[in-house]
């Protein structure tokens, strides 16, 4: 019986899933960040600017840390903090590896021991993950209002999304044949692969 | 140990040194220097309602950074548009302006001017500019909200602030009023007109944020947040008596509070109720609050910012009577800080 991470490794050697981690991760990443206000519209002239390294660990959030540097370019203004760098590259990877399952327990059911619908399931924490990031921002634009309960819930949204993040991937990674994936039918790049 | 207990394990630190902002409170200590006021100002409330009303706004302590080194420029250097809303500070002979699109995301400067030691405050979420003597302190942003509004703190005794009403909540100083001084809240173009040698707050602040950006919304023109007749976060006192984010100018002293409409005041020129009197500055757009009690004298406009009383001329700021320090808020936050308010 193969480990979850032997399984993993399988899957990550066909080009099409590590294609589908590295852009839906990318995604996630760059969403994450504009949701933190690390990328954002507005900034005249191009410059960059820089503070000591050392802030870069004072916190700004429940889970949101200083920037270091900013680059301003016309338009577009991007603060570069490395924690929320590291935090959204970690979440991201993650949402980009269970999408990537979630997609082979679409496409080949029977590699993951699973039906197609419940395969699907192990987007919604990726799902959670995204409301983690966003929550905020769309309270803000849709001028909800807040309650503490709510602010306390979106305190562990991170967390929270991650672990759930973990699990998921975990529990289809144990249901995945990675024999079955090695073989040429598996590689599915295209529908006619099934 | 699996993947599981491994993410477990995560989440659990994760989640305590997301806890731990917002539990740990500032300590104690002696502030004999943080100026307060001669007599506290009336609450709409009990403290320990207000206490238990404050939540979390989400930052931790100083999560907001407030600027504690400001760094000015002449007023022909700034970026500004003539729109763009500033707070404006004059004393001793020093005019200063503090850009909104920079405090939006400070909400505090820890300042000296002259000779004054006094930290100018903003609310963005109720639209409060407000200044206090600081003594040989600074201030803090706490993250914590009551009605929407900023709680500051002192970095001495760590005693927390309600901003609208001026008064400690927690700590060494509380039910303690601060000393205020008189803000205003107006555009860039009449700040300018008023003070031509401004000093104006630089982008220079020590914090790399986007400074052409406001997260709530906009002001020239008004825009998102601050043209919605919604709020945010739960509010002690509601009232549809007026659109949420309608401009008032408030005031209040140890018996009682007031505000008048400023669209209205400008309209009208002199307003009274409740004891109290209110004049319009049309230069600035703001508004002067005076408690005359039941003797209320008459007073006539002449024009441009100009009233007569007792068959002299004076300026709106400069009336012979009992002057009290002026807020502007938007509606909903003064009423959910004073639901007795007398108004016209």
């Given amino acids: 019986m193969p480990t979850a991470v032997q399984t993993l490794a399988s899957i990550l050697r066909l080009p099409f899933y590590r294609r589908v981690v590295v852009v839906s991760g990318g995604v996630y990443l760059i969403l994450f960040l504009i949701a933190l206000q690390d990328i954002s519209r507005g900034g005249r002239a191009f410059q960059f600017l820089t503070v000591p390294f050392s802030r870069m660990f004072e916190r700004t959030g429940a889970l949101t840390f200083e920037p270091i540097a900013q680059l301003t370019l016309p338009g577009l203004t991007i603060l570069i903090s ?26 080949q059911p029977r590699a993951c021991r699973f039906n197609r619908s419940t395969g699907v399931l192990a987007s919604l924490p990726a799902l959670l993950a995204g409301g983690a990031c966003c929550a905020p921002a769309i309270v803000l634009i849709l001028g909800l209002q807040v ?19 973990v699990i998921t991937l975990k529990l289809i990674l144990d249901r995945t044949n990675p024999e079955l994936l090695a073989s040429q039918e598996y590689r599915g790049t295209s529908p006619a692969a099934q | ?58 930052p931790p302590p100083d999560g907001i950074p407030s600027i504690d080194d400001p760094v000015f420029i002449d007023a022909a250097e700034a970026d500004l548009e003539p729109g763009d809303k500033v707070i404006g500070f004059y004393h001793g002979g020093e005019a200063r302006a503090y850009p909104q699109l920079i405090m939006v995301h400070h909400e505090i400067v820890n300042d000296q001017v002259g000779g004054l030691n006094v930290a100018v405050t903003y609310c963005p979420l109720t639209a409060t500019a407000q200044g206090f003597e600081r003594g040989e302190t600074t201030l803090g942003v706490s993250g914590q909200l009551l009605n929407s509004n900023l709680v500051l703190f002192d970095r001495d005794t760590r005693s927390y602030f309600s901003q609208i009403n001026a008064t400690g909540l927690r700590g060494e100083h509380r039910g303690e009023t601060l000393s ?14 008023a003070h031509p040698d401004t000093r104006v707050l630089s982008e220079n602040t020590g914090h790399l944020r986007n400074y052409s950006r406001d997260p709530y919304g906009s002001y020239n023109p008004v825009g998102g947040y601050y043209g919605q007749d ?13 659109h949420a984010k309608e401009m008032v100018v408030g005031a209040r002293n140890s018996d009682t509070s007031v505000y008048f409409v400023r669209s209205d005041l ?72 004073y639901p007795d308010s007398a108004h016209p």
């Fill in chain 1, 147 to 165: 309650s503490s309960l709510l602010m306390g819930v979106f305190q562990v949204l991170i967390p929270v999304s991650v672990v759930l993040l």
């Fill in chain 2, 1 to 58: 140990m699996n993947w599981i207990h491994m993410a477990l394990l995560g989440a659990v630190a994760a989640v305590g040194l997301a806890m731990y902002g917002f539990s740990s409170h500032p300590g104690d200590g002696a502030d004999p220097a943080l100026p307060l006021a001669e007599a506290n100002y009336v609450l709409g409330d009990d403290i320990d309602d207000y206490n238990d009303f404050m939540m979390s706004g989400g």
């Fill in chain 2, 230 to 242: 919604r709020t945010m976060f739960p509010l002690m006192h509601s009232s549809n008596r007026h």
């Fill in chain 2, 266 to 337: 400008a309209r009208e020129q002199v307003q009274t109720a409740g004891g109290f009197l209110a004049v319009y500055e049309p230069n600035l757009d703001t508004g002067y609050i005076y408690f005359v009690g039941d003797d209320v004298p008459e007073v006539t406009p002449l024009g441009e910012g100009s009233y007569e009383l007792g068959g002299e001329a004076f300026q709106a700021g400069d009336l012979p009577l009992e002057q009290l320090v002026p807020v502007e808020a938007f509606y909903f936050a003064w009423h959910a800080f």
């Fill in chain 1, 82 to 107: 490395p924690v929320n760098v590291l935090i959204g590259l970690g979440i991201s990877l993650l949402v980009g590896l269970n999408l990537a399952i979630t997609w082979l327990a679409f496409r």
């Fill in chain 2, 180 to 193: 205020e001084v008189n803000l205003v809240w107006t555009t860039w173009e009449r700040w300018r007109a």
